[in-house]
Each structure stands twice: as structure tokens, then as C-alpha cells.
T-cell receptor, first 113, second 111 residues
Framework: DAGVIQSPRHEVTEMGQEVTLRCKPI?????LFWYRQTMMRGLELLIY????????DSGMPEDRFSAKMPNASFSTLKIQPSEPRDSAVYFC???????????FGQGTRLTVV | GIQVEQSPPDLILQEGANSTLRCNFS?????LQWFHQNPWGQLINLFY???GTKQNGRLSATTVATERYSLLYISSSQTTDSGVYFC?????????????FGKGTHLIIQP
């Protein structure tokens, strides 16, 4: 398996623009997680899905953030409008619901200028 | 929520040295993961270790769930071991609802 695949690897955008991050989980995994890593707050969970259904989005910092999982092999995290404080590395991870070892994608480094 | 503390926060060693990294957690857990974040930012799985001891080459880990801690041992360090080591435990429910991470141990191995 190719592992969790995220795109793009790097994104630089201007404040106010819409940003969409993409994730393909490991085939057969039915739980998907979005995390954000910053120097100040470390790694924090934003939202997670079980069987494509959003379960807990309490970690999403603001209404400007939204996430979808239209099918078992694809998820998006959207920020609209983006702000400089959104600059961070965003990771996607997946697991099964039974054997819960989490595997992470390579991350998307977002810079909002 | 559950709290995770890692120590030491920073560690600088010479190549060939051994090290022990510690992870304490505030509540009972039924699994625990150790990750290595390399200088390119990738999070690499090291161990999935709810309890007991596991070994993988020069690395080994021990989790004592009843005492709420885990240890990561690195022997004969190499420069490629440099990076940040994180432990993470389930928020609840065994991991199906995400992980809480410690702040990490930043390890630098000097040649």
C-alpha cells in the first residue's frame, strides 16, 4: 500500500484566499483524522470521520474551517478565507476502527501571507 | 482530556550513545504509539505498544500501563536518529477517536 497520501505537499497562498487540502487514506481503513501541527500548540486533532461520517469536529478552530469525506478514499480540509495564523503543517491520518494504529501522511505545509 | 508529558524536552548526544525517552500519561489507556518526526517533517511509526516490551533493531519500547508511563530506548545512536520523538495516546475509546500527543523530545545526534 502506498500509505496515506496528501496533496499538495506545500501551499503558499495570500490572506483571504480559499485553500483546499486533500487526503487519500490507506485502502481498507475506515477512520480518517485531520491534525494540525504548530510550534505553539504542537499536534492537535481537528476533526475525524468514521465510515465517511464526521464524528467530532470540536477541534476545528473556526467556522472558516470545513472538512468533507465524500467517499472512503478521499477527504478534503478547506479553509475559507485563509489567514496568516492558519500557517501550519496539516496532517491526515487513517486507521481501522478495530486495530487503531494510526498512520500519517507526509503533511501539507501551508503558508498564508 | 488526557494529558501526555514527555521528557526530556531536548537531548544532545554523540553518535554511539544510548538514550531513554519517557512518556507519562494522566489516565488509563489501552494503546500507545511512538513516532519519529524526521528533519523533513514526516511522522514515522515506531511502535504501537499498549503494554509490555517490543524491540525493533536498535530501538525498543516498554509500556507499563498500570503506572501510566512508557519508555523508548535508543541504543548505539546514529545521526539519522535525529529528530523529534512523540508519544501519543487515544483520546478515549481505544484510538478510534484520535490521539493526544505529547510535546515531544527533540533529539540531536552529533557525529
Amino acid at each position: 500500500d502506498a500509505g496515506v497520501i496528501q496533496s499538495p505537499r506545500h501551499e503558499v497562498t495570500e490572506m483571504g484566499q480559499e485553500v483546499t487540502l486533500r487526503c487519500k487514506p490507506i485502502s481498507g481503513h475506515n477512520s480518517l483524522f485531520w491534525y494540525r501541527q504548530t510550534m505553539m500548540r504542537g499536534l492537535e486533532l481537528l476533526i475525524y470521520f468514521n465510515n465517511n461520517v464526521p464524528i467530532d469536529d470540536s477541534g476545528m478552530p473556526e467556522d472558516r474551517f470545513s472538512a468533507k469525506m465524500p467517499n472512503a478514499s478521499f477527504s478534503t480540509l478547506k479553509i475559507q478565507p485563509s489567514e496568516p495564523r492558519d500557517s501550519a503543517v496539516y496532517f491526515c491520518a487513517s486507521t481501522t476502527m478495530v486495530y487503531t494504529e494510526a498512520f500519517f501522511g507526509q503533511g501539507t505545509r501551508l503558508t498564508v501571507v | 482530556g488526557i494529558q501526555v508529558e514527555q521528557s526530556p524536552p531536548d537531548l544532545i548526544l554523540q553518535e554511539g550513545a544510548n538514550s531513554t525517552l519517557r512518556c507519562n500519561f494522566s489516565d488509563s489507556v489501552n494503546n500507545l504509539q511512538w513516532f519519529h518526526q524526521n528533519p523533513w517533517g514526516q511522522l514515522i511509526n515506531l511502535f504501537y505498544i499498549p503494554s509490555g516490551t517490543k524491540q525493533n533493531g536498535r530501538l525498543s519500547a516498554t509500556t507499563v500501563a498500570t503506572e501510566r508511563y512508557s519508555l523508548l530506548y535508543i541504543s548505539s545512536s546514529q545521526t539519522t536518529d535525529s529528530g523529534v520523538y512523540f508519544c501519543a495516546v487515544p483520546n478515549s475509546g481505544g484510538g478510534a477517536d484520535g490521539l493526544t500527543f505529547g510535546k515531544g523530545t527533540h533529539l540531536i545526534i552529533q557525529p
